[in-house]
């Protein structure tokens, strides 16, 4: 079977010099079959045969680490998320917040921007938080305690400001961020999924552009 490309998350992950979190060879390797196939096939779809075989190790071998498939899945996403998805994430997502931007537009194109990076380098574990994350609800908790409650902090200081200097209208950060975020993500999800495919008549500029003007037209204040 062709080797798939490893994620940068995955390679950080494997790399852990902490001798309690640093994973076996057999054990990278597990992981990276299971978030492969996990990503192309579903969590509910792929089997431990399979993992195994792409895996080059025995199929018992697997249960030797990992008690059952689920206990797999959670060894990929909790990991991520609790010790690398956050520093991560927020490492180059950071610098979109340290910036000083004249307009909300402006912020809005720069989160934008910086996530369609970040995805390109990282398909995989968007595709297991796309599938996996609305049917278990231990993967939403992490989840939402881990990414949600930091990125959603930072991004209120700026949505303040915004909103302190008149420029958006009367409404609660928290509602200004969740109507801006959930299109944001709409756009992004189906870019990654839809637009980057050969044949596709997706125009990614315009795509975007249209995102953001939505996005302004119910949030920004009426010109006088």
């Not at 062709?2 to 852990?16: C, F």
């Not at 921007?113 to 908790?141: G, W, Y």
């Not at 552009?209 to 009426?222: E, K, N, S």
């Amino acid at each position: 079977m062709e080797q798939q490309p490893i994620d940068e998350w995955l390679k950080e992950l494997m790399q852990q010099e902490d001798p309690e979190r640093k994973m076996t060879d057999k054990q990278a390797r597990i992981v990276a079959a299971a978030a492969e196939i996990f990503a192309r096939k579903g969590f509910a779809a792929a089997s431990t045969s399979e993992i195994a075989q792409q895996a080059g190790v025995a199929e018992g071998t697997i249960f030797r680490h990992y008690r059952t498939k689920k206990d797999l899945l959670l060894s990929i996403v909790a990991p991520v998320m609790s010790r690398l998805v956050t520093p991560f994430v927020l490492r180059d997502f950071g610098r979109v917040f340290e910036d000083r931007y004249d307009s909300f537009d402006q912020f809005l194109r720069a989160v934008i921007e910086n996530r369609i990076i970040f995805l390109k380098k990282n398909m995989s574990i968007l595709k297991i938080f796309v599938q996996e994350v609305p049917f278990h609800p231990d993967l939403q908790e992490q989840f939402q305690k881990v990414v949600i409650k930091q990125v959603l902090a930072r991004m209120t200081v700026i949505v303040d400001r915004f909103r302190e200097d008149g420029m958006l209208i009367d409404l609660p950060s928290s509602t200004i961020i969740r109507l801006a975020v959930s299109t944001m993500i709409g756009y992004v999800i189906v870019r990654a999924m839809y637009g980057e495919q050969e044949g596709s008549q997706w125009d990614d500029e315009k795509e975007r552009q249209a995102t953001i003007d939505f996005i302004m037209r119910g949030l920004a204040v009426p010109a006088p």
